[in-house]
């Protein structure tokens, strides 16, 4: 028996033109110090990946195992995703729903394509989208803050009427404050946002309404981005494994968990890849440390 693999081996190797000594010395070699290290990486890695919803990208998952600790490379976690067959997810065009009342009057843009905010509580966007259910249409409501991108307040309805939005707005509130003068909340001209009841309830707060022109998506690009990225992260995202949503109540139970995410782990480029929340303890830790302290008498 040992013979005829013996006569194998040599069979082979005049083949491939290589001498068996070679052979054997290929085959008994010890794994190199990358396979080593890729063997112990490549569960971390997809590990990275599945905790993030399956929507990292290698950038994303590279700047995650980096806050986590690991020494590794970008290029290593982009093979090694390649090798695992896990990638990113892509964002599809938006589709529009919100529709303008051409009868109502409309509050004017303070906004003008500036989403930019030098601390929270100045600017915050505001949009729908919907989500198909075997129940019927599922439609959901984020309140975002432009300065840290953190969700302030969200509604899942099955309908769009304007009391969605106004409870969209008293989830902001509450996590947010009572009285928040100088606050610009921009949308677009939907007729959810063109509601006296909406006005009425952003001058409770100390807020002013902004709308953006109709028919043009760059007045309202921001909270359009967050809508994009939910519906490919979440709706879409490659967790469902293509299962389609049952019901209202379960858009609104995934929706909860992904805005924690969003808020408390899902890394940011605009931010310099952190969190949300994490961009805001920043922020006040570094406004607390410059403002001067003053004496007891």
């Known amino acids: 028996m040992v013979a005829g693999r013996r006569l194998g081996v040599e069979l082979i190797c005049s083949m491939l033109q290589v001498a068996p000594s070679s052979y054997y010395e290929f085959k008994n070699r010890q794994p190199s110090a990358r396979a080593r290290r890729d063997d112990v990486m490549t569960p971390i890695v997809r590990q990275l990946w599945e905790d993030n919803y399956r929507v990292y990208g290698a950038r994303k998952v590279w700047k995650s195992a980096r806050r986590a600790g690991h ?55 505001t949009d729908l989208t919907y989500v198909p259910t075997w129940a019927g249409v599922a439609y959901v409501c984020f309140i975002i803050d432009a300065h840290s991108r953190m969700i302030v307040g969200w509604r899942v309805a099955s309908h769009m009427r304007t009391t969605m939005v106004l409870d969209a707005i008293e989830m902001a509130r509450w996590s947010r404050g009572t009285q928040l003068t100088g606050l610009r909340c921009h949308s677009d001209a939907g007729s959810q946002f063109t509601s006296i009841r909406y006005g009425e309830r952003l001058a409770e707060i100390g807020a002013v309404p902004s709308i953006g022109t109709v028919g043009d998506s760059y007045d309202n690009a921001l909270a359009e981005t967050v ?22 109540e379960d858009v609104e139970l995934a929706t909860l968990s992904w805005v924690h995410w969003h808020n408390h782990d899902r890394l940011h480029g605009y931010l310099a890849d952190v969190p949300p929340a994490e961009f805001e303890q920043s922020f006040y830790a570094t406004k607390r440390t410059d403002q001067l302290l003053v004496g007891i008498q």
Do not use: C
């Open 227 to 248: 809508n994009g990225y939910y519906k490919a992260e979440l709706i879409r995202g490659p967790a469902r494994e293509g299962r389609p949503w049952k019901s209202v």
């Open 71 to 125: 020494d590794v490379g970008r290029d290593q976690v982009a093979r090694l995703m390649r090798a695992a067959g896990i990638e990113g997810v892509r964002r599809t065009k938006r589709v529009r729903t919100t529709k303008p009342d051409p009868d109502m009057p409309r509050h004017p843009d303070l906004v003008g394509r500036d989403f930019t905010a030098t601390e929270p509580n100045q600017l915050w966007v």
